[in-house]
């Protein structure tokens, strides 16, 4: 009761002093219990009211704050507690209470100067708590993108006081403090060769070597020991043979975020860890649901640089709940979730509308980097994305002067691969026109070269610069060192000046000479064309076979003078007959089919690639007739009768004139 009324009282003076209350605390004789109140009511009166600066030293290198009566003997006259034992659990208790609550008082700090106010506030400092501070420290500069501590936090007195009490000597450290210390100063301390971070690693060493540190502090020591000394350190081998043998159902989420980020460093290792990562992998599937955004982002970023294509179960589950983060990642993480889709060839329905509703609402603040990947996703994945496109067509039009040369590449290629005008075409290709004019030269040859390509797929012939990709000069950038160009340069090209002939008749410069002409579109990487698909193929001529009533009257992959190869080409006659494969006098009509799988169009859509709709649009140009057989009209048919007339009527239909020989 008698405590009860001093603190009452104390609250009631207007000029009351921290300092003083505690002397005069101090000078009355106090137990246990004393000492307990004492610490809470100046952790109270702290909490309300910080004041200036103001940590105690009991010698230079601030070796521990002590509480001045902590280990006092009893007065004499003073009644002895016959249960020692119970009071000193029931201090320990209250100690370990007032570091949790430090602890959170830390975490709800936001910068470092209040930090450092706080700590000077306390009248006792142990050295979880000192550790805690610097952790904090580091966390909130790192938020503000700092590479390293300001100058004016090193050379902050109480920053100072921290460090010495952490270096004085790590040995009393506790294992969680010592590696919370490491943890802190790796990334952000001016100096990684400097007595403290030195002391810390070679106490951590020893700990490792007498195996006493848990997951949590082996975590925490192989990443810090990457950041200091890189990933050929020679303690990380034991570190991982040390985690190995531990039960992976004791790890925290954190420690196998942090594991794969040390094997993320040392991607060499791989082939030596494989098995462990496979369980972790397997592991990490349950952890899936309970990560965040940025935790989401380093799992696929880990696995995409340690190549686990093994692992497409937890790619799939990452991906099913990347849906809910994708409002929620920044543009980093967003860049790396993407990239690791496009790595895996993973691609969600969910995932792309969540993409699509983000990118519309935040077209005009996203990074460049971020928009080229949501690109690159959606060119690779084949992803007609209609808002999206439009939303970076709206983009390029407003910020096309901030792009770099390969960003400018990145934004405009999806368009032409996709076979899609955006609303603002007209502004985006006078633009992109402008930016070509007074920046040819910045483009690097080959990132030109396909830029204007793709332009061409979609009818934007880039004719005032034709003359300058045929012209001798440009060609031998192109070439570079090498003894010849490669066949993908050599395939753009051709058709670049295929379309030159064929569709841009005001265009009077120079020819590709004939040594940079491609023989085939049809090359292994499939640049230009897909190869037909096989099964659709197969039915298509046998119910040609069936209608035309012999294999002689077709023929199939027809390669032509022009670089394009025809699925099934049929000859007519100036009569309308049907004639066989092999002649080559009186062919009056060559019918050339498109057999056109789910390859040569978009997504789950109808609609072509642009370099399928390129090659139909060429061959009309050169006088074939162009019967184009896509797969959905295919595989509405019940029966080879229905296939017959369904063919019939796509070849015949329009020549009603037209006969086929029977048998």
Not at 154 to 171: H, I, T
Not at 172 to 181: E, H, P, Q, R, Y
Not at 533 to 545: A, E, R, T
Request: hydrophobic letters at 40%; glycine letters at 4%; proline letters at 6%.
């Amino acid at each position: 009761m008698a405590l009860i009324t001093l603190r009452r009282h104390l609250c009631h003076l207007s000029d009351f002093r921290i300092p003083g209350a505690l002397a005069a605390l101090k000078n009355q004789r106090v137990n246990h219990v004393h000492k307990i109140v004492q610490e809470h009511l100046c952790l109270w009166f702290c909490s309300l009211q910080p004041g200036p600066l103001r940590v105690r030293f009991h010698h230079a290198h601030c070796k521990k704050f002590h509480s001045e009566n902590g280990n006092d003997l009893p007065p004499v006259g003073e009644p002895v507690f016959s249960q020692v034992h119970d009071w000193d659990r029931f201090e320990q208790t209250a100690k370990n209470v007032d570091e949790q609550m430090c602890c959170r008082r830390l975490n709800n700090l936001s910068s470092s100067e209040e930090v450092l106010r706080f700590v000077s506030t306390l009248q006792t400092l142990p050295d979880t708590v000192a550790a805690g501070a610097l952790h904090r420290i580091c966390d909130v500069e790192k938020k503000d993108g700092a590479h390293r501590l300001p100058k004016e936090i090193l050379e902050n007195r109480v920053f100072q006081a921290l460090c010495d009490q952490v270096e004085q000597d790590p040995s009393n450290l506790s294992n969680a403090g010592l590696v919370t210390a490491l943890q802190a100063l790796t990334p952000l301390y001016a100096e990684p060769q400097s007595s403290l971070l030195l002391n810390l690693v070679a106490e951590c060493q020893h700990r490792l070597e007498s195996g006493s540190l848990d997951v949590h502090g082996l975590c925490v020591l192989g990443e810090s020991l990457i950041k200091l000394q890189g990933p050929g350190c020679s303690a990380l081998e034991p570190i991982l043979c040390q985690l190995q043998g531990e039960n992976l159902e004791e790890f925290s989420p954190e420690d196998v975020l942090t594991l794969y980020r040390i094997l993320q460093a040392c991607p060499e290792k791989v082939d030596q860890h494989q098995p462990f990562l496979n369980k972790m992998n397997n592991f990490s599937l349950s952890l899936v649901p309970h990560l965040n955004p940025k935790s989401m982002s380093q799992v696929l970023a880990a696995l995409v640089v340690l190549d686990q294509t093994q692992a497409l179960p937890l790619v799939i589950k990452l991906g099913k709940y990347a849906v809910r983060h994708v409002p929620h990642f920044t543009d980093e993480e967003l860049g790396k979730v993407l990239g690791a889709f496009i790595y895996f060839g993973h691609n969600d329905r969910f995932f792309t509308e969540a993409l699509e509703q983000h990118v519309t609402s935040l077209y005009l603040t996203l990074t460049p980097e971020v928009v080229s990947k949501v690109m690159e996703y959606c060119s690779r994945k084949l992803i007609l994305s209609k808002p999206i496109l439009d939303a970076v067509a709206e983009m390029f039009v407003c910020q096309s002067e901030k792009l770099s040369p390969g960003q400018i590449s990145e934004f405009i290629e999806p368009f032409g691969k996709l076979n899609y005008l955006p609303p603002n075409a007209s502004a985006v290709f006078r633009k992109l026109e402008n930016i070509l004019f007074t920046r040819f030269s910045c483009f690097p040859p080959k990132a030109l070269l396909k830029l204007l390509h793709s332009c061409s797929l979609i009818e934007c012939h880039p004719v005032n610069f034709m003359a300058k990709i045929f012209s001798p000069y440009f060609l031998q950038q192109l070439q570079g060192e090498e003894s010849s160009l490669d066949r993908l340069s050599l395939a753009h090209l051709t058709q670049l000046f295929l379309t030159a002939v064929l569709e841009c008749p005001s265009y009077k410069g120079p020819k590709l000479l004939p040594k940079y002409r491609a023989k085939s579109f049809l090359t292994p990487c499939s640049s230009l064309e897909t190869p037909v698909d096989f099964q659709l193929y197969k039915s298509v001529v046998i119910g040609l076979i069936d209608l035309l009533g012999a294999r002689l009257y077709l023929a199939s992959k027809v390669l032509t003078p022009y670089c394009y190869t025809i699925d099934v080409e049929i000859k007519l006659d100036e009569d309308g007959f049907v004639l066989p494969f092999t002649a080559d006098e009186d062919v009056h009509t060559r019918i050339a089919l498109c057999i056109d799988g789910p390859r040569r169009f978009c997504l789950n859509s109808r609609h072509l690639l642009g370099k399928e709709a390129t090659k139909q649009r060429h061959l009309n140009l050169l006088g074939y007739q162009v019967v184009q057989i896509p797969y959905y009209e295919i595989e509405m048919l019940k029966s080879r009768l229905e296939l017959v007339e369904y063919l019939q009527r796509k070849l015949f239909s329009h020549n009603p004139g037209s006969h086929w020989y029977q048998e």
